[in-house]
């Protein structure tokens, strides 16, 4: 006995572009780490990364929102990437800075704090600079 089957095709995979720019994803992460929802920022990071991986602001957010999450290899590691795509950019050295000594790595935090403060002078890369330069308490 044979079964014809009328009409049953598989169906049809519908492929979708995804019509967001990099700095849609971008912005779209940022709102959503506005309200909390860090699983979707971090996507909507690493789709921005995907659409331009040259550009280094979602890979400084990423690093933003590991350091914000107690990920302080994460976040230096997202800011490390981010500094080789623009590599005078004080914001990420600061806040690479900052990673830097809360892992304990003074030294190095010192460093990158200083070549911040060579870019350009900001009250927060000075309070970063002080919190490098002020001896932990006993």
């Not at 009328?6 to 779209?28: M, Q, R």
């Not at 040259?54 to 999450?69: E, I, M, S, V």
């Amino acid at each position: 006995m044979i079964l014809l089957c009328v009409g049953c095709a598989l169906p049809k995979v519908v492929v979708l572009h995804d019509p967001l720019t990099a700095a849609e994803h971008n912005d779209l992460g940022l709102a959503y780490e506005r309200q909390g929802l860090y699983d979707l920022a971090a996507k909507e990071y690493t789709k921005a990364v995907k659409r331009d991986m040259r550009w280094a602001t979602p890979r400084f957010n990423l690093g933003n929102l590991a350091y914000r999450q107690g990920d302080l290899k994460g976040a230096e590691r997202h800011y490390r990437t981010a500094l080789e795509r623009e590599a005078h950019n004080a914001d990420i050295m600061n806040n690479l800075a900052n990673v830097l000594v809360d892992q304990g790595r003074r030294a190095e935090a010192l460093v990158m704090i200083e070549r911040a403060l060579a870019v350009k002078s900001e009250p927060a890369y000075l309070d970063t600079y002080r919190k490098i330069t002020t001896p932990p308490l006993p």
